[in-house]
């Protein structure tokens, strides 16, 4: 079992950027397939990013390619959202998710593990 700990929400203007972390515990976090995903008001829960368990696999949504950029330190225990050229559309709960027994990625939305999530609200 692993837990997650978002950090590194906030307040940005349009064109700006963010730096999501999640710290995990646990022995066994290399070996979690791990992805970012967020919740915007009145939508459902997207997929936005996701890294295979060694990190040498990655994958992004549409709305994420070429601005965002998932990576993570196996030795820290910690998976990062890099998010640059951030639009008012961004903004949302991201949450960080953890799935064992995968090789590569996952991309979808039902991940077994949650973190609590952190807010990202990006004014225009």
């Known amino acids: 079992q692993v837990q997650l700990v978002e950090s590194g929400g906030g307040l940005v203007q349009a064109g700006g950027s963010l730096r999501l972390s999640c710290a995990a515990s646990?022995?066994?976090?290399?070996?979690?397939?791990m992805g970012w995903l967020r919740q915007a008001p009145g939508k459902e829960r997207e997929f936005v990013a996701a890294i295979s368990w060694s990190g040498s696999g990655t994958y992004y949504s549409d709305s994420a390619k070429g601005r965002f950029t998932i990576s993570r330190d196996n030795a820290k225990n910690t998976v990062y959202l890099q998010m640059n050229s951030l639009k008012s559309e961004d903004t949302a709960v991201y949450y960080c998710?953890?799935?064992?027994?995968?090789?590569?990625?996952?991309?979808?939305?039902?991940?077994?593990?949650w973190g609590q999530g952190t807010q990202v609200t990006v004014s225009s």
């Open positions: 998710a953890a799935k064992p027994k995968i090789i590569g990625v996952y991309v979808g939305v039902d991940y077994d593990y």
């Open positions: 646990g022995r066994t976090f290399s070996s979690y397939a």
